[in-house]
């Protein structure tokens, strides 16, 4: 007995030995792959340690640093307070947690974390410097003003903490001071260039351009990828007539950020003013794709089109901004003069009618003015002044902006990707993988086809269609035809239903999808009891839809046609997470969110690692106005693998 009870011991350490070799493996895998900044890989170790040992605030606490550099900060604050509540001794979980409430502008939440992180090092003066920071961002500078003369009796040589004090002062209206600050802070780190930026900014309200071309150019020296640095340093030497440079200065701008407004719209001031007109309409074309009812845009390219030309262009432009301001007397006058060019005299003469009725109206009084709101003494990006349309445009808020963090490579929530939902589940040949993880959709029903019928090809599920190459087309159409030679040959269908359904998925996945429903409404004939038939059918039919509709057809009749089949589909296989998720799609696809989420929660019971089911409940969320929940759930899927969801966290969170 004693012997037994010895071995059966040994055999538990044992066991306990490598479960906790595994975990700590995986928490090096884990940390590893953090090193290497591929932080959705990095989640699903630590997945796997919490799944394991929920007790350790360690994989959570990574997991939240994963998920803050994939800019999910909702899912990185709740991993941290998970952290926190497990061991609330280590002051690195309230400092990841405080930047993660920053970024969600929570900031009596991030300086209650900072508060206690300065209770355990309390001579960190990063701590202090992002405290300072929540504090400026909630005005509240009496309290800022006390941290900083705190931390300058502290680090009497730490330049940043004159900068923020400077912007303290600027705040305050206090430009002298401020600049006496950034001076100090300049001459303790000559080498800060967001300093020189900020001192920039103080250079160019006080229109003393010279200096302002100087600073900046030692912030680019220092920063050379800052496009705001780019973008007012050629406003600082349009000012002192250095059009080259300030031409210059927008190339590079839009080399960094092909996407700039500020720089599209004044490098196009620019061309104009040196009489390249039809790159100036270039610019002027970017920025009125960016801003499609941006009037200042589209009144200058109306002046530059009739100036080169295309006079019918210049009338379509002058056109939309009358009617968008019926009292822009010049663009009547200007539209009228077009007019004229091309022939069109009658529209030519009610333009000018309706010019000499407002002199007339003016003459008694009676015309309409412009308000005050609409005329300011400076051009700034949100005016509308069309007496200014000529002038450079600047931000209505011209400062540097704080970084909390660096950009790294790999940050997949840059990559663009539409916020839409995802596709619906179907029957294919071909595995589905989400781009993260191999992911086996699986289903009983799917399975116990492929065993009994022994398919030529296996059937999968997955999400969405994938693109075939031309040679897997080939194949597809290959076994098409192997199908209709087999069926036509069979001399009992109901024995050999099963190449029916084969060729149907065939259909599908070349989008015959006509071909498949009839393949699929006989399949049914003889067999009503196939779960796989209406669903697959089902699918066909929603993809059928949304090109019909995109044609203008009606398709709500057979929507409802394709959600009575999942109906049936659900009663005949009620555990199938799939068949939820794909009737959800259609009632979202009809704006019918209530029963979309109802569907995506059930798709969810049956199926807590469904990724793409709290994706979708998400985005629906977000369509309903419960911005909170459908972060929280695409949360959930950026967890899970679906790296899609954190470019979707990143706009929403930004709404």
């Not at 929540?134 to 009496?142: N, S, V």
């Not at 250095?242 to 839009?254: H, P, T």
């Not at 005949?572 to 009737?583: E, G, M, S, T, V």
């Not at 979202?588 to 979309?596: C, F, L, W």
Request: contains cysteine; aromatic residues 12%.
């Amino acid at each position: 007995m004693r012997k037994f009870l010895l071995s059966l011991l040994l055999v538990l350490v044992s066991l306990s030995s490598s479960a906790q070799f595994r975990t700590d493996r995986l928490l090096d895998v884990g940390r590893s792959a953090l090193y290497y900044e591929d932080y959705v890989l990095s989640i699903q170790y630590f997945n796997q340690v919490i799944l394991v040992k929920p007790y350790l605030y360690e994989p959570w606490f990574l997991r939240a640093v994963a998920k803050f550099y994939l800019d999910d900060f909702v899912g990185a604050e709740k991993d941290c307070s998970e952290a926190i509540r497990l061991n609330p001794y280590v002051p690195d979980l309230f400092e990841l947690r405080g930047l993660c409430r920053i970024r969600q502008h929570e900031f009596d939440g991030a300086i209650a974390d900072y508060d206690k992180t300065i209770e355990f090092n309390p001579y960190n003066k990063n701590l202090w410097f992002n405290r300072v920071l929540c504090k400026i961002e909630k005005k509240d500078y009496d309290a800022a003003n006390a941290d900083l003369d705190s931390m300058m009796t502290m680090w009497k040589t730490y330049s940043k903490a004159y900068s923020l004090k400077a912007e303290v002062c600027m705040q305050q209206k206090d430009t002298v001071e401020g600049a006496k600050y950034l001076d100090k802070s300049l001459e303790l780190d000559p080498y800060d260039g967001d300093t020189w930026a900020y001192r920039a900014m103080i250079s160019l309200s006080q229109q003393k351009w010279k200096d302002a071309d100087g600073q900046l150019s030692k912030a680019i020296h220092l920063k050379p990828n800052t496009v705001a640095n780019y973008v007012n340093r050629a406003l600082a030497r349009y000012n002192i007539n250095n059009l080259r440079g300030a031409l210059a200065d927008y190339d590079k701008a839009l080399e960094i950020d092909p996407n700039n407004f500020l720089a599209h719209y004044n490098r196009g001031q620019l061309r104009v003013q040196v009489g390249d007109d039809n790159r100036a309409i270039e610019d002027f074309n970017y920025v009125i794709n960016l801003e499609p009812d941006n009037v200042m845009a589209i009144y200058n390219r109306a002046l530059l089109l009739e100036r080169t030309g295309d006079v019918y262009g210049a009338i379509r432009d002058y056109t939309k901004l009358i009617d968008q301001y019926p009292n822009f007397w010049a663009g009547l006058s200007n539209r009228a003069r077009c007019y004229r060019k091309v022939g069109m005299t009658s529209k030519a003469e009610l333009d000018e009618f309706r010019i000499f009725k407002a002199q007339m109206d003016k003459h008694y009084g009676r015309q309409r003015r412009w308000s005050k709101q609409k005329r300011h003494e400076v051009r700034k990006k949100s005016e509308i002044d069309f007496d200014k349309y000529n002038q450079l445009v600047v931000e209505d808020d011209n400062s540097v902006k704080h970084e909390y963090s660096s950009e790294y490579r790999g940050r997949v929530q840059n990559r663009k990707v539409d916020v839409v939902f995802l596709p619906m589940f179907q029957l294919s040949f071909i595995p589905y993988d989400n781009a993260v993880k191999s992911y086996q959709a699986y289903d009983n029903d799917v399975e116990k086809f492929n065993f009994d019928q022994n398919p030529k090809r296996k059937i999968y599920i997955r999400c969405g269609v994938k693109q075939l190459s031309e040679q897997e087309t080939k194949d597809v159409f290959s076994l098409i035809e192997t199908l209709s030679e087999a069926i036509d040959a069979s001399r009992n269908l109901q024995k050999d239903k099963g190449l029916i359904l084969q060729r149907a998925v065939a259909n599908s996945v070349v989008q015959n999808y006509a071909d498949a429903i009839n393949d699929l409404t006989a399949y049914i004939q003889t067999d009503s009891t196939s779960s796989l038939a209406y669903w697959q059918r089902a699918v066909c039919q929603a993809r059928m839809n949304e090109y019909d509709a995109s044609q203008g057809t009606d398709v709500r009749l057979k929507t409802v046609g394709a959600i009575s089949d999942l109906d049936k589909a659900i009663g005949l296989n009620p555990d199938n997470a799939y068949l939820y998720f794909d009737r959800g799609n259609l009632y979202a696809s009809n704006k019918d969110y209530e029963r979309a989420i109802s569907d995506y929660d059930a798709a969810i019971k049956c199926d807590p690692k469904l990724a793409e089911a709290y994706y979708n409940r998400g985005i629906a969320n977000i369509n309903q106005g419960k911005t909170a929940e459908g972060i929280s759930d695409l949360s959930k899927a950026g967890e899970l693998g679906l790296y899609e969801a954190y470019s979707a966290i990143k706009k929403y969170s930004k709404k």
